[in-house]
């Protein structure tokens, strides 16, 4: 349902003179599921009731029909806003306004949970930008004056964002068979450099830390709609491991949109257990690195290998370490030895 | 002086059977020289001695002579790293090591000090980037395989980022009249929705915060080189504040290294009296904020107006506000009204 259709809901109850009522699924604990087959959490069937006659949910259930409204206008006129212009829009004594950033946020979240549509399509977007490069032509269809126009993403020497449009585009020509997706801008420098796009014959991806969901969305439709499978490599630690498992597993988090996860990309480094077998300078887990991977082990999708094997590694040796590392056997190690060992792997 | 010439000196005094010593300006505050004329900081002629003969200066010394061969090396191969990767390069007991990345970062300056040149032109870059837009082309001189093609800066509806190659491209074909450069993501996207770039006749660049050095260096060619009047627009912060004085006057911490400055950047915006002025959503200052505001009313950049009058402002209004809050008058009043008064004044 597209918020246009949610705000008619609301009119049509009012118009028959009722207090408008929403249901909305539910997004706590106790309603995710994880899913073994697709290996991803998705919301489950419960639902729970909006009530605009109890006065303690009048201003969410106002806030949220008048977020509707500016999820509509710019859908319709095709710009797009940040989270943070969102919550200044309504930062006005006259409107009902937001306590903070994260009640807008939050708002946000539940039409996505109503519409079943994730805030990127209501045009809503955080800031991060992250980078994509690789030897592949693709078409705007957003904004208006760049609908058809074409791009070749090679054209910049340092990547192209992935800014609002990139994900919506058309894949026009493509001469790649894989795409790999790494943390690190130095990483990404480095693979632009010893030219990784020709001698892997991939698309480059930088997510930037945690992955925005433009990247995932991004991603995951060079996956499916391409067939092009994804190499995954991020630091050594618990919060890498964690970037890794949202792109193939997605997020609790995000479990109530649907088309952010790719289950078929595969997690391929750094391991835990590469820190050994290449001998890289390694830094001691801390307190928060070590709780993080207890709760990481009880997770749902780490019960199987890699996952499982490279949490008992980090908790076992208590070590961790970065992709740049690999810089202390050059500047070109990384693309000429490990990368080909691990893509046949 | 390339620091193939630094590396020829230390092999003459080393052929003569000498120990070496080197000779490098010194950094401290009493070698920092406010020059008025260029409204810049610029260090001093007082100089130091690295001398090989005392026990202490021996490993700085290697480590300096390190850096410059990885830098040479960099420099002829014409490929780039991070700071990050430089600090991993050598983190390895049989070379002589680093003790944190602050250790290898300080001996790069000491490189850029003896050299008088910016690790840039080392081809050594932190990771950040930032972004630019506008009706420009422009042909890369590096790396190798780019050299001669050309990119219109239009071409990507999100922008192109600010990476190492950037800085050093020709300017072949500009349709525009003025640069217009803001701090914040959320911004610069605002600006190309509404068409900034035609409306005002400007290009547009995003600096993601502080500046990195790449994006100074690409302002201050476009105001020098292209005589194109520069505008820049920050927060209503003491962090903002100090973002505008970055690029207009120098900072402290690479004043030791020429081409960064734009001395005839206008300061734009956001002042503390736009907050009054055009009513916008404020928040107070933080005990951090005040303590910031008092060290530069005592800075000799400020002595004069409009910073002298705003740092007053602060002080006396004790509020500040993002450039994202004008958000509250429409996505469109911040391009539509304030610029225009702003690009006039």
């Known amino acids: 349902m597209r918020p246009e259709g949610f705000l008619q809901q609301v009119y049509n109850q009012l118009k028959r003179f009722e207090i408008p009522k929403i249901k909305m699924k539910k997004r706590n604990l106790s309603n995710l599921v994880y899913d073994e087959e697709t290996r991803q959490f998705r919301i489950g069937d419960k639902t729970e009731i909006r009530d605009g006659s109890h006065v303690k949910q009048i201003k969410p259930l106002t806030q949220l029909v008048w977020i509707a409204t500016v999820a509509n206008k710019l859908m319709s006129s095709d710009k797009t806003c940040t989270l943070r212009d969102l919550y200044y829009m309504a930062k006005d004594p006259e409107l009902i306004g937001f306590e903070d950033q994260k009640e807008s946020n939050d708002l946000i979240t539940d039409l996505e949970t109503t519409c079943e549509m994730s805030r990127e399509q209501f045009n809503i977007y955080p800031e991060e930008r992250s980078e994509i490069f690789g030897r592949m032509t693709v078409e705007y269809t957003s904004p208006q004056d760049y609908v058809g126009r074409r791009i070749n993403l090679t054209i910049n020497p340092d990547g ?67 067939r092009l499978p994804v190499y995954i490599f991020n630091d050594a630690d618990p919060w890498g491991l964690g970037i890794a498992m949202t792109m193939t597993c997605g997020s609790v988090k995000s479990s109530h949109i649907p088309g952010l996860v790719t289950p078929d990309a595969k997690w ?78």
Chains 1, 2 share one sequence.
């Open 268 to 345: 391929s480094g750094l391991y835990a257990t590469d820190i050994s077998q290449y001998n890289l300078p390694s830094e001691k887990l801390n307190e928060k690195d070590v709780k993080r991977l207890l709760s990481l082990r009880n997770d749902p999708r780490t019960k199987l290998d890699p996952w499982k094997r490279e949490i008992d590694e980090f908790l076992r040796n208590k070590r961790k370490c970065e992709l740049e590392t690999f810089s202390r056997y050059g500047l070109e190690y990384f693309v000429n030895n490990y990368l080909p060992r691990k893509l046949e792997g």
């Open 160 to 226: 192209i964002p992935i800014g609002p449009r990139m994900t919506k585009v058309r894949f026009i020509e493509i001469h790649a068979n894989k795409v790999i997706v790494v943390e690190k801008g130095a990483v990404f420098t480095r693979l632009l450099e010893e030219k990784a796009y020709e001698r892997f014959n991939a698309i480059l991806v930088h997510t930037a830390g945690q992955p925005p969901r433009s990247t995932r969305i991004l991603v995951r439709r060079l996956n499916q709609e391409l």
